[in-house]
């Protein structure tokens, strides 16, 4: 995975982009079906998001906020994008071997691009277990944090333990 962020003025055009195993369907249906949102993504939704139209996004493990969504474009299983709240989201799809390139484009706040890059990065790696049948359940707000403070931590351990 790797993530990349182009910064102007108070907003930026952050993107991340992952290899996973799974075809460009399975990944549609984890970032439509809401069912299969409860279990990665760092909302809620009322209804699928896989057609244009209004939604409800709630955000969840932060101060419940819901949010007036636009969908904008639902191209299966190759593009999905819509509005949350001010923020724009996009999310590309491109069949590669047996399996998809997705990449999430996401225009967010400057002061926000760290955090939202490292919560994203969770939510990749909760999606990539869940369509291996390994589902571990969402990791969103506080224990979001607590999960990368105590890999950081584990990860400055281990190279002190090299030296």
Do not use: Y
């Not at 999960?147 to 931590?153: C, D």
Request: proline share 6%; hydrophobic share 35%.
């Amino acid at each position: 995975m790797a993530p990349w962020s182009r910064k102007k003025g108070r907003s930026g055009r952050w993107f991340w982009s992952a290899r996973l195993r799974h075809p460009p369907a399975q990944v549609w249906k984890a970032l439509t079906d809401p069912e299969q949102l409860r279990e990665w993504a760092p909302f809620d939704s009322d209804r699928n998001l896989g057609s244009v139209g209004s939604a409800k996004l709630s955000t969840v493990g932060a101060p419940t906020q819901v949010s007036e969504t636009r969908g904008k474009r639902a191209d299966a299983p190759r593009v999905l994008e819509f509005s949350w709240g001010a923020q724009d989201i996009r999310w590309e799809l491109e069949p590669l071997g047996g399996g998809t390139r997705l990449t999430l484009w996401h225009n967010i706040n400057r002061g926000f691009i760290s955090m939202g890059a490292a919560g994203w990065h969770i939510c990749f790696d909760v999606l990539d277990r869940l369509l291996s049948g390994q589902p571990i359940g969402r990791i969103v707000g506080a224990d979001a944090m607590e999960a990368l403070i105590g890999s950081t931590t584990r990860t400055t351990n281990s190279n002190r333990s090299e030296s």
